[in-house]
């Protein structure tokens, strides 16, 4: 099982980037997705989720209003739309697969499957 990360790169601030992640291995068009961030000297944190069953979403609270997190299933891939960043978006990105179909968890522990993690800088 393989999920890949790519999209991040180099930003100013206000400005706006795609992340993708694609799975290769199994499906995972009924399980819950989530990215999660990693910024220098911090923990892991999650950033937004979806659910498999319901396609309902969860955000952390400071990317409420900014990020949209989607799904295409045809693709089996996951998306992170990011809109007005902020220099505190710096951080890896990573993609998961949750052991959960309809809830969203928010910790780590809940995420067997990862992705290699994709740089995001955001200049201000």
């Known amino acids: 099982v393989q999920l890949q990360a790519s999209g991040g790169g180099l930003i100013q601030a206000g400005g706006s980037l795609r992340l993708s992640c694609a799975a290769a291995?199994?499906?995972?068009?009924?399980?819950?997705m989530g990215w999660f961030r990693q910024a220098p000297g911090k923990e892991r944190e999650f950033v937004a989720g979806?659910?498999?069953?319901?396609?309902?979403?969860s955000y952390k609270d400071s990317v409420k209003g900014r990020f949209t997190i989607s799904r295409g299933d045809a693709e089996n891939a996951v998306f992170l739309l990011m809109n007005n960043l902020k220099p505190e978006d710096t951080a890896v990105y990573y993609c998961?697969?949750?052991?959960?179909?309809?809830?969203?968890?928010?910790?780590?522990?809940?995420?067997?499957?990862w992705g290699q993690g994709t740089q995001v800088t955001v200049s201000s």
């Open positions: 998961a697969a949750s052991r959960y179909s309809t809830v969203v968890r928010t910790t780590v522990q809940d995420y067997p499957y």
């Open positions: 979806i659910s498999g069953s319901t396609r309902g979403t």
């Open positions: 291995g199994r499906t995972f068009s009924s399980v819950s």
